[in-house]
């Protein structure tokens, strides 16, 4: 079935610990997303890209960094956890013609817990 | 500042009843309004959109409201279903490779 797969499904990680969620899809869309989704916050865009080899910063990128080797490919970095990472993030994708019309396809998330 | 605000934060609706989900945004240039569905442990998923060269769309029990004038949309659900228990989340963007911008999300219970 086409769509997005996120990794890990949910991870329980030291805070100051290394860690990357990772996302592929095979649909062949040129932009990805990473949301992150908070009780009461929504979904807020931390980083984006619009075709591969591009990234762009959304709404809240700090302490995250995202790479596009390849179309199918987006994974999410933290460097260095803190608490307040703790979130469930969304990888999302769009195809070209998405991005106008705005239709996003989203995995299924994946629950981070920073202790 | 918040790009689209949207209320109530959370909705209880009777079987049978009609379920109203009001945002509003503040950027003219946004050109498209979608809303989307997500359940429990899901990604959401677009429900219904609309562009603003139209005043109303509706896709079954489903259906948006546009307000250019007042900067306003709103989703409206006939005949609400438990199975249409969900949050739902209203968002924007605008032409032009802009990621959308979503609202806080309004969770909606619908009892028997």
């Known amino acids: 079935i086409a769509g997005i797969t996120q990794a890990p499904t949910s991870q329980i990680l030291a805070a100051g610990r290394r860690m990357t969620l990772r996302c592929t899809q095979d649909m062949r869309h040129n932009a990805m997303y990473w949301y992150r989704q908070d009780l009461g916050l929504g979904l807020r865009l931390i980083h984006y890209?619009?075709?591969?080899?591009?990234?762009g910063k959304g709404e809240v990128p700090d302490g995250y960094s995202v790479s596009r080797a390849n179309t199918d490919d987006f994974p999410l970095t933290l460097a260095s956890a803190v608490p307040s990472q703790t979130s469930v993030y969304f990888c999302?994708?769009?195809?070209?013609?998405?991005?106008?019309?705005?239709?996003?396809?989203f995995g299924e998330g994946s629950r981070l817990t920073v202790l | 500042q918040q790009q689209v605000k949207q209320s109530p934060q959370s909705l209880i609706v009777q079987k049978g009843g009609i379920s109203i989900i009001n945002c509003a945004y503040e950027n003219t240039a946004f050109d498209y309004f979608p809303w989307y569905q997500q359940f429990p442990g899901k990604g959401p998923a677009l429900l219904i959109a609309i562009r603003p060269d139209v005043s109303e769309k509706k896709e079954g029990r489903f259906t948006i409201s546009f307000n250019k004038s007042a900067k306003q949309f709103s989703l409206h659900i006939m005949d609400s279903q438990p199975g249409d228990s969900a949050t739902y989340f209203c968002a924007a963007s605008m032409t032009g490779n802009t990621p959308l911008v979503f609202g806080k999300g309004t969770r909606l219970s619908v009892i028997a």
């Open positions: 999302a994708s769009t195809p070209e013609q998405g991005a106008i019309t705005g239709e996003l396809f």
């Open positions: 890209s619009n075709t591969a080899g591009t990234t």
